[in-house]
Each structure stands twice: as C-alpha cells, then as structure tokens.
C-alpha cells in the first residue's frame, strides 16, 4: 500500500506543473472492480465452488510537447497499473499473495509527413512485477508500436500499424487498425484489436461506449516468508477485454467524473511456475464496474 501512495504522490506532483499545447487527458485515475465469478475450467474439484474477484487501479499522466516545426508532437507519458490478484482466495494449499504492479513509460512521437501523411512511434519500456524483492532483469521489457495515418480532413483520419504489446498477458506481435472521427459533439476513437471508444457531449454530460484490452505479464519475485507456493511460481499472465456503456459529468472546463459498467470477457489468469510448467485459473465472463476522475480535456 505505501507503493501506491508514493506513485500517486508522484504523479499529482507532476501534473502540478503540466502545461498542455493542446485539449488532451493529462491525468486520470481510475477504479476498476470485478464481482467474484468461477474458473472456466476448474483443475480439479476443490477449485469447482470458488468465486475469485479482481480489483485494478490504474492512473496516468501524459505531456505533450509541440516541436517549433509545427510538424512534430512529442508525448510523455507515464501509466501505474495495480492488480489485486485473487490467488489469496485459494484454497490453502494453492494460496498466495500477488499484488501485481505495472509501470509503463511512454514516448510517442508524432510526425507530420505530408499534408495527408502521418507517422507514428512509440517506445513504451515497462516494469511489470510484485516488486517484492527490489527491481531486476526480470521485471522489465519493451513495448512499442509503429504506424502511419492518412489523413483524409479535418475531422478524420485511418491508418494501421504494427504494435509489440503484453495487452494479452504475454509479449505478442499485433497488427492495429487506426481509426478517429472528431466532429462537433461526436468522438470516435479506435486502436483495434486494443481499444474502442466513443462519445456523445451534451452540455455538461457526456454518453459513450467503450471497449478495452488491458492486461500483462508479471514477475513474481521471492521473498523469505512467502512459503512454498510463491517460491516456486516464477510469474502471472492477466488479461481481459472491459466493453460497456460509459457515464461522464463535467466538472468544470478542464476535469470531468466517468462512471461504467459492463461486462469483461476472455479473462485470463495464469501462474508459471519457475519450471515452465502453467496453472491456468482463467475466470468465466462477469461484471465490471468503473469509475474515473480525468483533468486536462
């Protein structure tokens, strides 16, 4: 817990003097909680009744810098995501403790290459563990992604790319299909497979639809007193899609509140243990419920 409070720490420290070019998201917090639901496919009988809730923070902050060329932006950002794992709700043999932890760095660069053509690299170096032993090799990798837009007006603009993302609970290769849509009240953003949103402002509130893929690989460090289970579990695949309805209140000019509900499907949930060999505890389909406080848009 005292983790999650320096990094909150740090980040409204950040944001304090964040001083944006453009409308964007600055800050945002978040909080995600999943009602307990059952494996998709008990191991075996003692594991058939059980009922396994995930709870997620996830926070960010973001600054964009145009270049003096008009022809480049420059975004910095910096994203926490935590994960209270349900593996203490195990039985006693098979328990443990897993708060996994994510922090991601993001640069993007965005680069103008012609009046229709637009580039776009990000390099994303992330930590992803317990972090119950320190920071080493193994809690560490790279994410990044490479694409280009067209853009077709003012309004609109598609393109594709290819991105190295853990999204899915393990480093993977993806394709992704860019597409934005922003015109008087109505907002479409979508990063497929990754993302999906849209949104409808009307006066102080705001209607939308959202699908999202969130999810990593985590290692699990040792520690003297974890007992027998954790020593031998080396690290946890989690993923899952969120899609729902969302619910936003402006607040003033530059915050606003989002609420959402909905349901997560293809919930993964793996331990490997330092062997290779994996236990697979994937939950069935359930609810999800969020709330959001974001500042900067």
């Known amino acids: 817990m005292k983790t999650i409070f320096n990094i909150l720490a740090i980040f409204f420290l950040t944001i304090a003097s964040l001083n944006a070019q453009e409308k964007v998201d600055l800050f945002g917090i978040s909080f995600i909680h999943n009602p307990g639901v059952g494996l998709m496919d008990p191991a075996n009988d003692n594991l058939e009744s059980i009922d396994l809730k995930v709870t997620e923070l996830d926070a960010f902050v973001k600054y964009p810098i145009k270049l003096g060329n008009d022809k480049t932006v420059l975004v910095n950002a910096l994203k926490w995501h935590f994960v209270k794992a349900p593996f203490d709700d195990l039985p006693n043999e098979r328990s443990f403790e897993a708060n996994l932890h994510s922090v991601q760095y993001d640069f993007m660069v965005i680069h103008k290459l012609s009046q229709k053509w637009q580039l776009l690299a990000s390099l994303r170096p992330t930590l ?62 979508v990063k497929a497979p990754v993302s999906l949103s849209f949104t409808y402002s009307a006066k102080k509130t705001i209607y939308g639809f959202q699908a999202k893929l969130d999810g990593g690989q985590y290692h699990l460090a040792s520690q003297d007193g974890d007992g027998t289970i954790i020593t031998n579990n080396e690290t946890v695949k989690f993923s899952r899609y969120n899609l729902g309805p969302t619910l936003g209140w402006k607040i003033n000019d530059s915050s606003r509140f989002e609420v959402s509900a909905g349901i997560s499907l293809k919930r993964t949930l793996k331990v490997i243990n330092i062997d290779g060999l994996e236990s697979n505890y994937d939950l069935k389909n359930g609810l999800f419920f969020k709330s959001s406080f974001i500042f900067g848009k």
């Open 128 to 189: 992803a563990s317990n972090f119950k032993d320190g920071i080493g090799s193994d809690d560490f990798f790279f994410q990044g992604m490479l694409g280009f837009k067209y853009i077709r007006n003012e309004y609109m603009n598609y393109g594709a790319g290819m991105s190295y993302t853990n999204g899915f609970g393990e480093p993977n290769l993806v394709p992704v299909l860019l597409f934005d849509y922003s015109k008087n009240k109505i907002r479409t953003e």
